[in-house]
């Protein structure tokens, strides 16, 4: 067996990380060396925001888990909001920041003819806002130590849309641009960007999944792919990877082979209905387009066009 990958001297930040995924990932890397931050607004272990009769809060349970086991970690309690607030934690225990695992996460599921304002906006304060606020503070810290290690959380919902998540798909989405952004900012400084998309068990998804279903959704399984793409040695960067029950996989976006225009008055609605079928055909497309610039290169080196039929 190969040695296995360890975080000594590192510095985790992990949003949300009081339960589910967060707690799993946060318990890992307190094992491996690492100092953790388990930030989680969360109240007592039963969820109210209050705390417990003691006082204790659910991010101090698994402080308390990761301290007996002989591992380093610090609890925080503010909402990723206040991302400023988390890091600062990490900078006055452990003097830097550096890896971000932006978990922290609600949902406030209703079909779009019933959503309100206030079910959109907090959804997208607490994914888009709060993981962008963690990052913000923890990025001049990254770029001065040239080292830096960002986890973005996406989800299927994003990708693929689900009904009811109007709000959760377009705030999970974000996260991919905002990951995808990152990772070229970033690269520079040796700091990558990745998201991943997980299915796990845990109090998101418990409700809504069978238990046999759940039980081969540990959120154990996904944490190893988080453990190899933010350690020293995995410069990979720029990535999307589906992860759960055992199986991961990268994702890529796909442009079909698409179709060429004259940029003139026979470029009609009946010119692009008539090469529909080139728009949308996947069979002969580019498999990871480099985004609008591969496009303006395929219109430039295409040859002289014929006036749109
Ligand atoms: P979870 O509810 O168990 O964990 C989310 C944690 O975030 C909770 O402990 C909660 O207290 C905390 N949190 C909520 N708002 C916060 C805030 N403003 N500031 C700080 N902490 C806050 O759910 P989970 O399944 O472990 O989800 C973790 C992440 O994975 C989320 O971003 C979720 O959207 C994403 N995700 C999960 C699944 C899945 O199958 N479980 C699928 C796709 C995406």
């Not at 934690?89 to 890896?99: E, M, P, R, S």
């Not at 520079?188 to 068990?201: F, H, L, Q, S």
């Not at 190899?228 to 999307?240: A, F, P, Q, R, S």
């Not at 008539?274 to 497309?285: H, M, P, Q, R």
Request: net charge positive; proline share 4%; aromatic share 10%.
């Amino acid at each position: 067996m190969g040695k296995e990958l360890r975080f000594d001297d590192k510095v985790v930040v992990i949003t949300g990380a009081g339960g589910g995924l967060g707690k799993a990932y946060a318990l890992f890397f307190g094992a491996r060396g690492a100092s953790v931050v388990v930030n989680d607004l969360g109240g007592s272990l039963k969820g109210e925001t209050d705390g417990d009769a003691t006082g204790k809060r659910v991010a101090d349970g698994v402080v308390d888990e990761i301290i007996k086991l002989g591992g380093k970690a610090v609890a925080n309690y503010d909402s990723v909001e206040f991302g400023d607030k988390i890091v600062e934690t990490a900078i006055k225990a452990f003097g830097t920041v550096h890896i971000v695992i932006n978990n922290a996460g609600i949902l406030r599921d209703v079909s779009f003819k019933n959503m309100k304002d206030q079910d959109f906006k907090l959804v997208q304060l607490v994914h888009v806002y709060g993981s962008y606020k963690v990052a913000k503070a923890a990025w001049p810290h990254m770029r001065k130590q040239k080292f830096g290690r960002i986890i973005n959380t996406a989800s299927a919902a994003g990708l693929y849309g689900n009904f009811g998540q109007t709000n959760y798909s377009a705030a999970k989405l974000a996260l991919v641009g905002f990951t995808e952004t990152l990772a070229k900012e970033g690269a520079k400084y040796n700091i990558t960007a990745n998201a991943i998309v997980p299915i796990a068990a845990s109090r998101m998804t418990e409700t809504i999944l069978p238990p046999d279903v759940l039980d081969k959704l540990k959120p154990e399984y996904v944490v190893p792919v988080v453990g190899y793409l933010v350690h020293e040695n995995t410069k990979d960067t720029w990535g999307i990877y589906e992860v759960g029950a055992g199986a991961v996989t990268k994702l890529r976006w796909q442009r079909a082979k698409g179709a060429l225009f004259k940029g003139d008055d026979s470029f009609t609605p009946s010119a692009v209905l008539k090469k529909w079928d080139e728009i949308n055909d996947f069979s002969a497309g580019s498999e990871f387009p480099n985004g609008s610039k591969d496009l303006l290169a395929i219109a430039e080196s295409s040859p002289k066009l014929p006036p749109n039929a």
